[in-house]
């Protein structure tokens, strides 16, 4: 998705702008959250239904393109309602459960975190952590300024902290239109799609798969789903199709 100026074919103005990229930046804000480690706040806030209600509130920007989050809406909600029924100490740990198999271990874990693993190989072609696509990721962050902590100190290539690096350049692209800097605006445009069209889209797509392959839990099919939608539209290709053509 290109921004427009105002004075562009399109007509829109600053403000409309600014609340596509608020919009932008909250779904974005929102999966960061999702494959970050569970908390009992968070479940207990997603439980309530006020993240689902906020995350159809922000797909309607694109208009009728909203209907490409409507599967991922269907299983969040879904996992809402479970979540609800259960409560939130016994979702918490049905979460952290399924986080461990799936991210951190202990043991052999199912999902690949970090794009180091997916984008970068030793001269054996095995994964590394910590290799060139880490490097690219923390150049990006500091061409930005961006200050990014990540959940427990993670690596600059993991993908909660690229999703975080993400909402901040939406963000400040809403910030910047709301300011009338169109400049600035278009110029963290361009920041966040080319760190989408370079690095992102190379391998959270590919993430997504691993996750709707290997999950057991509505949530995190939802939240593959939402990462695919969202990856989609901001780039205005189907990326996980583009994998899956791939063979990957």
């Not at 590394?128 to 880490?134: E, I, K, M, T």
Request: net charge negative.
């Amino acid at each position: 998705m290109k921004p427009e100026a105002a004075g562009s074919p399109s007509g829109e103005p600053a403000a409309h702008l600014a609340d596509g990229c608020a919009r932008r930046a909250a779904v974005f804000e929102v999966l960061t959250y999702g494959f970050s480690e569970p908390t009992l706040g968070f479940i207990e806030a997603f439980a309530s239904g006020r993240t689902t209600a906020l995350l159809k509130e922000a797909v309607v920007w694109p208009s009728p393109d909203a209907d490409a989050y409507a599967a991922a809406l269907t299983s969040l909600s879904g996992a809402a309602a479970s979540m609800s029924a259960k409560g939130g100490v016994a979702a918490l740990g049905d979460m952290q459960v399924e986080y461990a198999r799936l991210f951190t271990g202990p043991g052999r874990t199912a999902i690949k975190c970090y794009a180091s693993e997916y984008l970068d190989s030793d001269h054996n072609g095995r994964a590394r952590l910590n290799g060139p696509a880490a490097v690219f990721a923390a150049t990006a962050y500091a061409a930005e300024g961006a200050t990014l902590v990540g959940r427990r100190g993670e690596l600059p290539d993991h993908a909660t902290v690229e999703l975080e690096f993400l909402y901040h350049l939406c963000r400040r692209e809403a910030q910047a239109w709301e300011a009338r800097d169109i400049s600035e605006a278009l110029r963290l445009r361009c920041a966040l799609d080319g760190f989408l069209r370079d690095h992102a889209c190379a391998w959270l797509p590919s993430l997504a798969a691993a996750v709707l392959g290997a999950t057991r839990l509505d949530f995190y099919s939802g939240m593959a789903e939402l990462l695919n939608a969202h990856l989609t539209l901001e780039l205005g290709e189907d990326v996980l199709g583009g994998v899956h053509e791939r063979g990957q």
